[in-house]
């Protein structure tokens, strides 16, 4: 085996650990703005069938986002709904949200009408 040969397949080895993702500026502002559009509002979140309040879904959220970071789990807004804010990581029973005057809807729905918001008001 040549030097040149020996070279490319360390690197081809040691590669994937070295070449990490990461969220966009842009994706890592649309996170936070799902986040807080639920933290700012006067709705409820269900997971595992109880309710709570939006800053506990809010802290709840962000925990399972700033996991999935550390893992190198979610690079986009998509990423972030469908693995951390649409299910329980535990039970696999889908997130809900009610809000005042509005149907229960899931939480998937409800994050990704968020995110088509955020990107219509972003130019």
């Known amino acids: 085996m040549t030097h040149r040969t020996r070279a490319l397949l360390a690197l081809a080895l040691i590669a994937p650990s070295v070449a990490l993702a990461a969220p966009t500026d842009t994706a890592r502002r ?7 559009a639920l933290d700012g509002s ?3 979140f269900q997971r595992n069938g109880s309710w709570h309040d939006a800053p506990e879904a809010r802290a709840h959220l962000q925990r399972k986002y700033d996991y999935l970071l550390k893992k190198d789990k979610v690079d986009t807004a998509e990423q972030f709904i469908e693995r ?3 299910q329980s990581s535990m039970s696999g029973k889908p997130y809900r949200i009610a809000c005042p005057g509005q149907p229960e809807q899931t939480a998937a729905v409800w994050f990704g009408a968020r995110l088509k918001a955020l990107r219509q008001r972003t130019p």
């Open 30 to 36: 649309e996170i936070a703005g799902l986040i807080g």
């Open 42 to 44: 006067s709705c409820r």
């Open 84 to 86: 951390a804010a649409s």
